[in-house]
Structures are given as C-alpha cells and as structure tokens.
C-alpha cells in the first residue's frame, strides 16, 4: 500500500481511498460495494483515562494545543496527521478514536 499526497492509497483491486476522518469511504473497480463510515462519538476521554494521562499531558507529549484537543473531546474531528500523532501517544489504533457509523452503501 502507498501513501499519495490528500490523503489518497492506491491499493490492489482498490480504485481509492479517500480519509478525511470524519468520513471514510472505499470504491472497488469492477462495481464491487463497499461502505462509508461516518465518525460519530470521540472516544478520547476513554483512551486518555486507560493510559492515565489527561489532557495537559497529551498536549506536552504531542505539542497540540489544549484548546484543540478539547475540540477533539466533543465534536471536532481530527485531520489524519493529528489523529496518527494522538493514536501512537495513545497506543490505540487510528479508527479507536471515534465510534463510527454506517453512513450507506455506495
């Protein structure tokens, strides 16, 4: 799998993938369906809580303002970068930081 630039992977049978975080959505070639998910609730309290670390620490040991990762804490969605960054001081995986929906089926 490559990394392009705006967030675009060129993956095998995959046509793109486009991850804007708060939307992820997925198109086969051929006309195979995939789905879009949608984030929906942070789960940053959670993950801060089970690394016991709160807000100032994530905001020393990843240089993101505070009034930023508040944002996070409520309805602000992360671009991919600050996500990877939060993700890795947090020890989780990128798509644990929100609880997702099923937007539709394309």
């Not at 970068?81 to 995986?93: G, H, V």
């Amino acid at each position: 799998m490559k990394l392009l630039s705006r967030c675009r992977i060129k993956a095998d049978g995959c046509d793109s993938f486009h991850l804007h975080f708060h939307c992820v959505t997925l198109i086969k070639k051929r006309g195979v369906i995939l789905t879009n998910y949608k984030a929906k609730k942070s789960n940053l309290k959670a993950l801060l809580t089970k690394n016991s670390m709160n807000l100032e620490g994530l905001e020393k040991n990843t240089h993101i303002p505070l009034e930023q990762l508040n944002g996070y804490m409520s309805r602000k969605v992360m671009n991919l970068s600050t996500a990877m960054t939060i993700s890795k001081e947090l020890n989780c995986q990128i798509e644990d930081l929100y609880d997702w929906e099923l937007e539709k089926k394309i």
